[in-house]
Protein backbone atom coordinates (compact mmCIF):
# COMPACT_ATOMS: atom_id res chain seq x y z
CA UNK A 1 0.00 0.00 0.00
CA UNK A 2 1.49 3.46 -0.85
CA UNK A 3 -0.03 6.35 0.75
CA UNK A 4 0.45 10.12 -0.23
CA UNK A 5 -0.83 13.38 1.21
CA UNK A 6 -3.36 15.33 -0.96
CA UNK A 7 -3.33 19.02 -1.27
CA UNK A 8 -4.74 19.05 2.20
CA UNK A 9 -2.49 17.08 4.19
CA UNK A 10 -5.00 15.11 6.33
CA UNK A 11 -6.57 13.53 3.53
CA UNK A 12 -5.04 10.72 1.75
CA UNK A 13 -4.43 8.93 -0.83
CA UNK A 14 -4.09 5.40 -0.87
CA UNK A 15 -3.00 3.34 -3.97
CA UNK A 16 -3.30 -0.76 -2.93
CA UNK A 17 -0.61 -3.14 -3.96
CA UNK A 18 -2.70 -5.05 -6.82
CA UNK A 19 -1.33 -8.20 -7.93
CA UNK A 20 -2.80 -8.76 -11.77
CA UNK A 21 -2.14 -11.31 -14.24
CA UNK A 22 -3.88 -12.91 -17.08
CA UNK A 23 -6.37 -14.24 -14.93
CA UNK A 24 -7.33 -11.38 -13.12
CA UNK A 25 -6.39 -9.35 -10.27
CA UNK A 26 -6.26 -9.66 -6.09
CA UNK A 27 -5.88 -6.53 -3.67
CA UNK A 28 -6.29 -6.37 -0.07
CA UNK A 29 -8.75 -3.53 0.32
CA UNK A 30 -8.21 -2.86 3.80
CA UNK A 31 -5.75 -4.06 6.67
CA UNK A 32 -6.26 -2.29 9.67
CA UNK A 33 -2.65 -3.13 10.64
CA UNK A 34 -0.93 -2.02 7.41
CA UNK A 35 -3.40 1.01 7.69
CA UNK A 36 -2.55 1.77 10.62
CA UNK A 37 1.59 1.44 10.05
CA UNK A 38 0.90 3.34 6.80
CA UNK A 39 -0.78 6.29 7.87
CA UNK A 40 -0.31 6.46 11.34
CA UNK A 41 -3.96 6.52 11.97
CA UNK A 42 -5.81 3.93 14.52
CA UNK A 43 -9.41 4.41 13.75
CA UNK A 44 -11.88 1.84 13.80
CA UNK A 45 -14.25 1.29 11.60
CA UNK A 46 -18.07 0.86 12.59
CA UNK A 47 -20.48 0.80 9.25
CA UNK A 48 -20.18 -0.22 5.42
CA UNK A 49 -22.07 1.69 3.02
CA UNK A 50 -22.72 1.10 -0.53
CA UNK A 51 -24.12 2.96 -3.41
CA UNK A 52 -25.21 2.99 -7.02
CA UNK A 53 -25.62 6.41 -8.79
CA UNK A 54 -25.70 6.84 -12.78
CA UNK A 55 -23.90 9.08 -14.83
CA UNK A 56 -24.05 13.06 -13.61
CA UNK A 57 -25.25 12.28 -10.03
CA UNK A 58 -23.68 14.22 -7.42
CA UNK A 59 -24.22 12.78 -4.21
CA UNK A 60 -23.05 15.41 -1.30
CA UNK A 61 -21.48 17.87 0.15
CA UNK A 62 -22.15 15.41 3.31
CA UNK A 63 -20.73 15.37 6.95
CA UNK A 64 -22.14 14.67 10.44
CA UNK A 65 -21.15 17.01 13.25
CA UNK A 66 -20.04 15.41 16.66
CA UNK A 67 -21.23 13.94 18.78
CA UNK A 68 -21.56 11.68 15.37
CA UNK A 69 -18.72 12.53 13.24
CA UNK A 70 -17.55 10.51 10.89
CA UNK A 71 -14.19 9.58 9.36
CA UNK A 72 -14.48 8.08 5.73
CA UNK A 73 -12.46 5.51 3.29
CA UNK A 74 -13.96 5.72 0.02
CA UNK A 75 -13.62 3.87 -2.77
CA UNK A 76 -15.06 3.42 -6.48
CA UNK A 77 -15.17 -0.73 -7.28
CA UNK A 78 -17.28 -0.19 -10.69
CA UNK A 79 -17.24 2.99 -12.91
CA UNK A 80 -15.48 5.98 -12.23
CA UNK A 81 -16.19 9.34 -10.24
CA UNK A 82 -14.74 12.73 -9.17
CA UNK A 83 -14.32 12.67 -5.06
CA UNK A 84 -14.54 15.66 -3.07
CA UNK A 85 -13.51 16.75 0.16
CA UNK A 86 -13.91 20.44 1.57
CA UNK A 87 -11.93 20.98 5.29
CA UNK A 88 -14.94 22.45 7.33
CA UNK A 89 -12.71 23.27 10.41
CA UNK A 90 -12.66 26.44 11.67
CA UNK A 91 -9.25 26.05 13.44
CA UNK A 92 -7.42 24.92 10.76
CA UNK A 93 -4.75 26.23 7.59
CA UNK A 94 -6.92 24.79 5.02
CA UNK A 95 -10.05 25.66 6.54
CA UNK A 96 -12.83 25.80 3.37
CA UNK A 97 -10.34 24.78 0.98
CA UNK A 98 -10.94 21.26 -1.45
CA UNK A 99 -9.54 18.02 -2.61
CA UNK A 100 -10.51 16.21 -5.84
CA UNK A 101 -9.41 12.69 -6.75
CA UNK A 102 -10.54 10.73 -9.41
CA UNK A 103 -11.37 7.01 -8.19
CA UNK A 104 -12.44 4.72 -10.82
CA UNK A 105 -12.23 0.86 -10.67
CA UNK A 106 -9.67 0.88 -12.99
CA UNK A 107 -7.17 3.11 -10.67
CA UNK A 108 -8.38 1.34 -7.32
CA UNK A 109 -7.50 4.32 -5.35
CA UNK A 110 -8.96 4.98 -2.32
CA UNK A 111 -9.31 8.19 -0.12
CA UNK A 112 -8.98 8.80 3.55
CA UNK A 113 -11.59 11.32 4.72
CA UNK A 114 -11.54 12.75 8.61
CA UNK A 115 -14.28 13.78 10.29
CA UNK A 116 -14.09 17.77 10.22
CA UNK A 117 -14.74 17.39 6.54
CA UNK A 118 -17.58 17.90 3.57
CA UNK A 119 -17.33 14.80 1.16
CA UNK A 120 -19.41 13.83 -2.17
CA UNK A 121 -18.80 12.62 -5.60
CA UNK A 122 -19.75 13.36 -8.71
CA UNK A 123 -20.55 10.20 -11.21
CA UNK A 124 -18.47 10.23 -14.81
CA UNK A 125 -19.26 6.83 -16.01
CA UNK A 126 -22.33 5.38 -17.48
CA UNK A 127 -22.54 4.69 -13.79
CA UNK A 128 -20.60 3.51 -10.88
CA UNK A 129 -20.86 1.34 -7.41
CA UNK A 130 -18.88 3.71 -3.97
CA UNK A 131 -18.20 1.92 -1.30
CA UNK A 132 -17.32 3.77 1.73
CA UNK A 133 -16.40 2.40 5.60
CA UNK A 134 -17.20 5.58 8.27
CA UNK A 135 -15.75 5.59 12.11
CA UNK A 136 -19.40 6.81 12.90
CA UNK A 137 -22.66 5.70 12.70
CA UNK A 138 -25.36 7.53 10.57
CA UNK A 139 -26.84 9.86 12.61
CA UNK A 140 -29.39 11.73 10.64
CA UNK A 141 -30.31 15.04 13.42
CA UNK A 142 -25.91 15.19 12.93
CA UNK A 143 -26.20 15.26 9.23
CA UNK A 144 -25.61 18.57 7.40
CA UNK A 145 -25.02 19.39 3.48
CA UNK A 146 -22.23 21.76 2.49
CA UNK A 147 -23.81 23.44 -0.88
CA UNK A 148 -22.20 21.53 -3.79
CA UNK A 149 -22.25 24.69 -5.52
CA UNK A 150 -20.82 27.46 -3.21
CA UNK A 151 -19.45 30.20 -5.26
CA UNK A 152 -16.96 30.66 -1.94
CA UNK A 153 -15.76 27.40 -2.74
CA UNK A 154 -15.49 27.41 -5.97
CA UNK A 155 -15.40 23.23 -6.39
CA UNK A 156 -14.29 22.20 -10.21
CA UNK A 157 -16.49 19.66 -10.73
CA UNK A 158 -15.89 18.18 -14.52
CA UNK A 159 -19.33 18.29 -15.30
CA UNK A 160 -21.51 19.55 -18.72
CA UNK A 161 -24.84 21.31 -17.49
CA UNK A 162 -26.21 20.50 -14.12
CA UNK A 163 -25.90 17.33 -12.14
CA UNK A 164 -28.58 15.03 -10.81
CA UNK A 165 -29.23 15.77 -7.33
CA UNK A 166 -31.37 14.64 -4.26
CA UNK A 167 -33.72 17.07 -3.10
CA UNK A 168 -31.38 17.67 0.37
CA UNK A 169 -28.26 18.64 -1.46
CA UNK A 170 -29.77 20.58 -4.01
CA UNK A 171 -31.02 22.58 -0.95
CA UNK A 172 -27.39 22.29 0.88
CA UNK A 173 -25.72 25.37 2.52
CA UNK A 174 -23.06 27.63 1.89
CA UNK A 175 -19.66 27.57 3.91
CA UNK A 176 -20.49 31.08 5.05
CA UNK A 177 -23.98 29.86 6.71
CA UNK A 178 -23.16 26.35 7.20
CA UNK A 179 -22.83 24.91 11.20
CA UNK A 180 -18.42 23.94 10.99
CA UNK A 181 -16.13 21.95 13.52
CA UNK A 182 -14.01 24.15 15.67
Same mark, same amino acid.
Given at each position: ?18 ? &? ?7 ? =?? /? ?9 ? /????VQDNHSRSVRGV ?48 ENKRQLWIPAGF ?6 ? =?? =? ?9 YYAPDCERILLW =? ?16 ? &? ?15
Amino acid at each position: MQVRPTGIPDVLLIEPKVY &ADERGFFYE =SF /NENRFRKATGL /NVRFVQDNHSRSVRGVLRGLHYQLPPAAQGKLVRCVAGEVFDVAVDIRKSSPTFGQWVGEYLSAENKRQLWIPAGFAHGFLTL =SE =SAEFLYKTTGYYAPDCERILLW =SDPDLAIAWPIHGKPRLA &AKDAAGTTLAQVEVFQ
